[in-house]
């Protein structure tokens, strides 16, 4: 039965007044001068030893269940490390002592001193000598918080979520594992790791709509990084060869469960690279990953089985062609390619380039059905204004992106380096920005200037940090690997 206002209204007066109750009984409730000696895994995988050494453990955590039997109670203790049952009689903690033990409510944090012992059903157990209230708490802990109508207050709240949902928690500390791996694996690639601006005098690295704030004291507006790439490419042209960003992007886009405002990525570039080097590293990276964090390359996502040792390329042209059963092997010439979108009921508007339209093509009948890892390559020139043009056909790039599971999980591609190629190719972008296409590329002219110093050939690479975690912990939304995702303003 869900809580309503007024007996959660209720029941929040009735711990008020507990708190009350602590006061004057001259205890403090929210103590800070607790040292625990141990965790509860501790605890649990060291109890032959702490129990035979009659070792006096310390631990702390939140009391998460109470089964009162008149003068003695079983309570649940939760850690971060796990949960470990607690014995407390009168005899031991004597009777006042006793009465404000049970007084106590699920959610209080306390911290405890006592012997171990184990159950006849063999369970590890705390007989608690002393206790200390840490931290009364004032709101009842919800009854049920799973079910698809608590979604959005467990992402509101998550501090609540993480304390009754284990396997949320679960998440989170595998994302922090994969953070730490990733950056294992690039540094130990010699890849040295770099900050560089989250303000911007010129949103670029990406297609996408930025935010915009003010600078007081330089009187300018500024934008909100939507993508690093190019003031890594900047450090390409200062000589360093090696170098990965991992951290936040802001782009001004709607909310789904592939899509949050903020997210993060990793970018990599190396110089004397191309695109088929990045493609081995995206591989490489990925399957140390998750060999590591998750102990398989056999994994599960939305009820699918994904094998990460079994990897596939092919061109967007050939992908088309094998899902849509259209060829755009030799068609460069609009109005063919125009027929075949009308053909195929694909949007366009008059502006549209052959290329944006094979895009579009590739967009609606192929990538929901790229479900084991596939690398598609060749894209556009019009759709990848920072990549290199292919040398055999200068309507495509040496770019890749990485699909599993219907989801993008990686873009790449051999970096363009030449100032005049690239500065006509932001010129085309601006008339697209002209047009009504606010997501197209501004002009950069110290990136071009830079690029005139001289950038040598390099490979570049972007992966989607929170969609690869979805990937390797099974989330189907985005929402579910981020700690504190953006909603909608809570209605009061």
Known sequence: MATN???????????????????????????????????????????DQLREEKVMVKVAGRIM??????????????????????????????????????DLDIGDQIGIEGLLFKTRQGEVTIQVEEFKVLAKSLRPLPEKWHG???????????????????????????????????????????????????????????????????????????????APELYLKRLLVGGFEKVFELGKNMRNEGLSTKHNPEFTSLEVYQAYADYNDMMELTEDLIKNVAGDVLDSLEIEYDEQE????????????????????????????????????????IDYNENTAVGEIINEFFEEYVEDNLIQPTFITQYPVEVSPLARRNPNNPNFTDRFELFIAGNEIANAFSELNDPIDQKERFKKQMEQREAGDDEAHMMDNDFIRALEYGMPPAGGLGIGIDRLIMLLTNSLSIREVILFPHLRPEKE
Not at 17 to 33: F, M
Not at 307 to 331: G, P, Q
């Open 65 to 102: 269940a109470v089964r009162n039997h008149g003068k003695s109670s079983f309570a649940d203790l939760k850690d971060m490390s796990g949960k470990v049952q607690l014995y407390v009689k009168e005899g031991n903690v004597g009777e006042e002592g006793y009465e404000l033990f049970n």
């Open 5 to 47: 206002d007024s007996e959660l209204n209720e029941l929040m007066l009735k711990r008020r007044r507990k708190l009350d109750n602590l006061k004057e009984e001259g205890i403090n409730a929210y103590g800070n001068d607790f040292n625990r000696s141990h965790t509860v895994e501790d605890v649990v995988e060291d109890y």
């Open 306 to 345: 994904i094998d990460l040792n079994n990897w596939r390329k092919m061109s967007m042209v050939e992908a088309i062609k094998e899902h849509a059963d259209v060829d755009f092997s030799n068609v460069d010439d609009l109005e063919e390619a125009k027929a075949l979108a009308d053909n195929k009921g």
């Open 148 to 226: 698809l109508t608590d979604v959005e207050k467990r992402y509101r709240q998550r501090y609540v979520d993480l304390i009754v949902n284990d396997d949320v928690q679960q998440n989170f500390i595998i994302r922090s594992k994969i953070l730490h791996k990733i950056r294992e694996y690039l540094e130990e690639e010699d890849f040295l790791e770099v900050q560089t601006p989250l303000m911007h005098s010129v949103a670029g690295g990406a297609a996408a709509r930025p935010f915009v704030t003010h600078h007081n004291a330089l009187d300018t507006d500024l934008y909100m990084r939507i």
